[in-house]
């Protein structure tokens, strides 16, 4: 088939480059011409684990072409992906400009039937607002399908290869059969293709986060309430996780969620709800919950140090907001950056993939290192706050060696409470027992 995908971004590139890989022929259009010239020289824009091999392969085979003219993307596919940035608006809500104006060209420049498909992240009724638009302009035959994605960073292509569903959501039979066609090759193991309307199918991404979201906020409050009193999150979480109907995944306490979707989604459906007059207070309470998690470390630091942070030099291993990517969007770990430089710390961080990122962000007021350990040099303390595996088998005595002072603040529980009190470390985690 003939797909277009408009936005390269990380849904769009990841959609384009497996719907390629299916054997379609694939064209991505963006606005920005440097970026789409790096493509086009097989350049991967973004880190995401095994793209680069299905990109090339796929630019070898001519499926998977690249441009920023908006004609030609929309000449070319028979379904058109829209996998535009809907960002936080200034009150919370999705900010839809990107999504209706490229609504509005293709309702200038549609010649022939499209299915047009909202791959991006939108609040209940847009797929209505991108018809309502694209009809002010033509009389062209057309459709508008719901289709969201639910890609997690780090393993956006397995998920996209072999999801678990797909959701369309739409109310014409010509667009299902279509996108049912498109989909088939990737739903072999017989996980469902499950049709709804268009509504219900934008929810459902919505919920989905929400609950995930909401999922890690109860276990965070869980594990804050376990140092209370003295029991141990990991045991409470095994104990738990084990009864299928809660199941064991996303149960990590943390220093809470963050990327460029969970804290978005919970905000916008947050906030839709407000618009239809309803007051969704369990997400109101996981937003806050979750603003004073990412911060939770900071108070147990103040307590090491009596109160003097200034002056102290603080390791932090683990930039990304979570391991195999290298996007810092809502990263836990800048916000405890933030509160250190605050109070007077300086700041030592190694992270495998987002340093470029942070560096864009921090320019020269931290220090970056070359590894892990480096970090650690004459350091008053290690922050961990994003689980990469290289962080999780340490040599302790080349941590104790390099700190002035030997005493971990983890942010993500990497380490066995019996192992550590053995290599004599001070262990400050999430809902365990606080060796101090
Ligand atoms: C998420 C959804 O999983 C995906 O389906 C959707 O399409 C996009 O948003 P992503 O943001 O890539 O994907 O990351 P995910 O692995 O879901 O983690 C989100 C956040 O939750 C991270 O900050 C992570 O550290 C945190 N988390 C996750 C926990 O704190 N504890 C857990 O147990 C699981």
């Known amino acids: 088939m003939k797909i277009t995908v408009i936005g390269t971004g990380y849904v769009g590139l990841v959609t384009g480059t497996c719907l390629a890989e299916t054997g379609n022929e694939v064209i991505c259009v963006d606005i920005d011409a440097q970026k789409v010239e790096k493509m086009k020289e097989g350049i991967v824009p973004i880190y995401e684990p095994h793209l680069d091999v299905l990109f090339h392969r796929n630019i070898k085979a001519n499926r998977l072409q690249f441009t920023t003219s908006f004609s030609e993307g929309l000449d070319h596919g028979e379904i058109i992906f829209l996998a535009l940035p809907t960002p936080e608006g200034e009150d919370g809500s999705a900010d839809l400009s990107?999504?209706?104006g490229v609504a509005q060209s293709i309702g200038k420049e549609i010649s022939e039937y499209k299915v047009i498909v909202d791959k991006s992240t939108v609040p209940v009724g847009t797929a209505d607002k991108v018809r309502e638009t694209i009809k002010k302009y033509t009389t062209v035959d057309f459709d508008v399908v719901s289709?969201?994605?639910f890609l997690r960073e780090g393993f956006a292509v397995d998920d996209f290869l072999k999801p678990e569903r797909i959701v369309i959501g739409s109310s014409s039979e010509k667009?299902?059969?279509?996108?049912?066609?498109?989909?088939?090759?990737?739903v072999r193991s017989g996980n469902p293709i499950i049709v709804m309307d268009e509504k219900s199918a934008e929810l459902t991404k919505y919920a989905a986060n929400s609950f995930l979201a909401?999922?890690?906020?109860?276990m965070n409050e869980i594990a804050n309430f376990c140092e209370k009193v003295g029991a141990d999150v990991d045991k409470v979480r095994i104990g738990m996780g084990t009864d299928s109907r809660i199941g064991k995944r996303f149960l990590f306490p943390g220093i809470g969620y963050g990327g460029s979707c969970f804290p978005k989604d919970v905000k916008a459906l947050y906030k839709a709800g407000k618009e239809a007059n309803y007051n969704f207070s369990i997400l109101d309470s996981v937003i806050r919950v979750n603003d004073v998690q990412k911060t939770i470390l900071i108070p147990k630091i103040e307590d090491h140090f009596k109160g003097k942070i200034a002056g102290k030099t603080i390791a932090v291993w683990g930039l990304a907001f979570k391991p195999e990517t290298d996007d810092i969007r809502e990263a836990p770990a800048l916000y405890v950056i933030d509160e250190l430089l605050k109070k007077g710390a300086s700041i030592q961080a190694f992270d495998p993939e987002a340093m470029p990122n942070v560096q864009r962000r921090y320019g020269d007021t931290i220090q970056f290192a070359s590894n892990m350990y480096e970090a650690l040099n004459k350091a008053d303390a290690l922050v961990i706050s994003t689980e990469w595996s290289i962080f999780r088998n340490p040599d302790f005595i080349k941590i104790k060696e390099k700190l002035n002072n030997a005493v971990i603040f983890d942010g993500r529980n990497l380490y066995d409470i019996n192992d550590i009190e053995k290599e004599k470390i001070k262990y400050v985690s999430i809902g365990r027992k606080q060796i101090i």
Not at 175 to 186: D, G, N, R, S, T
Not at 214 to 218: E, L, R
Request: net charge positive; proline share 9%.
């Open 214 to 218: 909401t999922k890690i906020t109860f």
């Open 98 to 100: 990107y999504v209706l």
């Open 147 to 149: 289709n969201p994605e």
């Open 175 to 186: 667009a299902i059969e279509l996108m049912q066609k498109l989909y088939k090759p990737f």
